[in-house]
């Protein structure tokens, strides 16, 4: 079974920084897009930033030039490092893969930015 799991989360000052990892196990992991998404409180989940196989990446607009998508094939995970944070960075943040045809979700982490 695929399974994700973030970690990483936690409570920060605005400007601050935080960096998140997903663990993914039961793909050949190395083959696959990677996703980070983020969900608000009585919020739509939105994509936040894509890495491709190859190592290509996208960012939504509000976090480009803050964040930075990466991954690390021996290892099977994928980070997102978040820098100059910002309040309405405060959501729940979740890892997706989709793999013949069905979307696989982490439990998320919480990133709670605060002053």
């Known amino acids: 079974q695929v399974q994700l799991v973030e970690s990483g989360g936690g409570l920060v000052q605005p400007g601050g920084s935080l960096r998140l990892s997903c663990a993914a196990s039961?793909?050949?992991?190395?083959?696959?897009?990677m996703r980070w998404y983020r969900q608000a409180p009585g919020k739509q989940r939105e994509l936040v930033a894509a890495?491709?196989?190859?190592?290509?990446?996208n960012y939504a607009d509000s976090v480009k030039g803050r964040f930075t998508i990466s991954r690390d094939n021996a290892k099977n995970t994928v980070y997102l490092q978040m820098n100059s944070l910002k309040p309405e960075d405060t959501a729940v943040y979740y890892c997706n893969v989709d793999r013949r045809g069905l979307a696989y979700w982490g439990q998320g982490t919480q990133v709670t930015v605060s002053s």
């Open positions: 890495i491709t196989s190859g190592g290509n990446t």
């Open positions: 039961g793909l050949t992991f190395s083959t696959y897009a």
